[in-house]
């Protein structure tokens, strides 16, 4: 069965960064748009930032500037480099591609941002 494997989360102080990373079990992915959500406590989850198979982007406007998505199609793995983090952008982070109506999660990654 397909998957998505994240990775990359952690605890980090304001202004700090991370990278996560997502890889998908299965190349198909990578003919597809995918994107990074996020979910925090007593919040909906919502889109981060998405990533067309060409490379077009798109992002959240509280993150405009600070992140930025880009995939390795051979390598079946979408990124998202996060900059100048802020403690609301602690939640838990999931990676996301819609095959046809088929739609794919990955298990998620906690991004805790704190001092």
């Known amino acids: 069965q397909a998957q998505l494997v994240e990775s990359g989360g952690g605890l980090v102080q304001p202004g700090g960064s991370l990278r996560l990373s997502c890889v998908a079990s299965?190349?198909?992915?990578?003919?597809?748009?995918m994107g990074w959500f996020r979910q925090a406590p007593g919040n909906q989850r919502e889109l981060v930032a998405s990533i067309t198979r060409g490379g077009t982007t798109n992002y959240l406007d509280s993150v405009k500037g600070r992140f930025t998505i880009s995939r390795d199609n051979a390598k079946n793995t979408v990124y998202l480099q996060m900059n100048s983090l802020k403690p609301e952008d602690t939640a838990v982070y999931y990676c996301?591609?819609?095959?046809?109506?088929?739609?794919?999660w990955g298990q998620g990654t906690r991004v805790t941002v704190s001092s």
């Open positions: 299965e190349s198909i992915f990578s003919m597809y748009a």
């Open positions: 996301n591609v819609a095959v046809g109506v088929a739609v794919y």
